[in-house]
């Protein structure tokens, strides 16, 4: 299914359906235990860019501050800036199904107090002008119109206020290869694999905020992944993450085949001009 080719409306209804099919049923004991949140959810190629996204959210922790988690599913990166000091931590997902699963896990880290979610279309952000001090984002944009979610976020952030994403880059032939074969088989929607992230779109970026600092994962690290889970794996993910680092470092042309971007962004204190 294309979203081109249905109403917007209808495209919203069928993310809406997807997320809630995924999280109905899910059985929330697997939520629990001490680490069973962020980075450390996820598989072991995969977790540099996430881990280096929680440093950069750790470090505008405070307990005056609030940080929207735009587009939080089912809240498994609500917790970290929760767990790290932000006073208020809000989470907003077209998803309900998907929002009770994000409560679950706010009980479970006994962080409610600090931490509400809230339905709603994040094209359309239910919050006042500058109601947050920092917006996370971790693979929701491709689901949206790009200019259309950056203006809301944007409007949301107080001045001076910082966007910090990670998100997937869709430069590189072998995964768009595998991305269509997910899409043939219905395993993904169309729409979201035909706007995947590009660096282009890094100029749409740049019309929102100042200061866009970029820094690329998962170039060589995805060679390690069948056997990451193996200690000889592990060894050898640790080698390929400095590779990385090396190689996405002094080889610029190489980035834009890189599978994931950590993006930070400032809220401009003034609006752009008009000509920007």
Known sequence: MSRESVAP?????????????????LDTRALRGPDVYGSALLPAVLRAPYRYWEQLIAGSADAEKSLLDFGCGQGRFSVFPARRGFGRVVGIDISAASLEVARERARYFGIEARAEFVAGDCEQLPFADGEFDVVIESGTLPCLDLERALAEIRRVLRPGGRFLLVDTLGHNPVLNLRRRFAVATGERPEFVVSHILRVEQFEIFRRHFDNVGARFFNFATLLATPVARWAAGRALLRGLESVDATLLRALPFLRRYAFKVVLELDRPAVPPPANR
């Not at 495209?11 to 109905?24: G, M, P, S």
């Open 9 to 25: 409306e209808s495209a919203q209804e069928f993310f809406r359906d997807h997320y809630d099919r995924r999280a109905t049923g």
